[in-house]
Nanobody, 126 residues
């Protein structure tokens, strides 16, 4: 069964950068669509970015489209989320999620994903 291990969360100043990673344990993410989601206290979990299985291009939520970059690392069986120009409103627990065999399309809906990571805290503050 696919297991996801997240890393990279932490405290960063506004305007700073941070990179999150999501790696598969004893499996490969090559044939999985992968999404990044975040949830702030008192708010619903929202989609941030996603990438389809195979060689698909990532998609982004409007709020992060020009600031975040998602990429797939097939060699390390991982995906990454490069975050720049971070704002206080980016503060949240960030989750990695995956669903198998979703080629050519990805979604930012939590209902579409079958495996979730444990979440990693990102705090943007001075």
């Amino acid at each position: 069964q696919l297991q996801l291990v997240e890393s990279g969360g932490g405290l960063v100043q506004p305007g700073g950068s941070l990179t999150l990673s999501c790696a598969a344990s004893k499996s490969s993410l090559r044939d999985y669509a992968v999404g990044w989601f975040r949830q702030a206290p008192g708010k619903e979990r929202e989609g941030v970015s996603c990438i389809s299985a195979g060689d698909g291009s990532p998609d982004y939520a409007y709020s992060v489209k020009d600031r975040f970059t998602m990429s797939r690392d097939n060699t390390k069986t991982a995906v990454h989320l490069q975050m720049s120009s971070l704002k206080a409103e980016d503060t949240a627990v960030y989750y990695c999620a995956a669903v198998p065999l979703l080629y050519g399309i990805c979604a930012l809906s939590t209902r579409d994903y079958t495996t979730w990571g444990q979440g990693t805290q990102v705090t943007v503050s001075s």
